[in-house]
């Protein structure tokens, strides 16, 4: 797996659990599956997050690892120094 922030050549998601009313918990970076619709790949990602021990009821989060990367670019305020 590769660690977060690394470009990988392959597209993939970045999968998170829902821990707490405002937490979240990242499990990792994981590989989509080829020939697979975008909800099924998600659903695959996750699983292979919890090694297939996701269960209904849990709440988890697939974010695509290009939007991941967008969503990392901000700029910060500029100092009034």
Not at 2 to 17: C, D, H, N
Not at 45 to 59: F, N
Request: proline residues 7%.
């Amino acid at each position: 797996m590769p660690k977060l922030g690394q470009r990988p050549t392959a597209p993939g998601f970045v999968v998170l659990r829902r821990v707490g009313d405002e937490t979240w918990q990242l499990l990792g970076e994981f590989q989509r599956t080829p020939g697979m619709t975008a909800r099924a790949a998600r659903s695959q990602a996750i699983l292979d997050a919890t090694e297939g021990k996701a269960k209904a009821g849990e709440v988890y989060a697939a974010v695509l690892r290009s939007e991941w990367r967008v969503a990392t670019d901000w700029l910060p305020p500029e100092s009034s120094a």
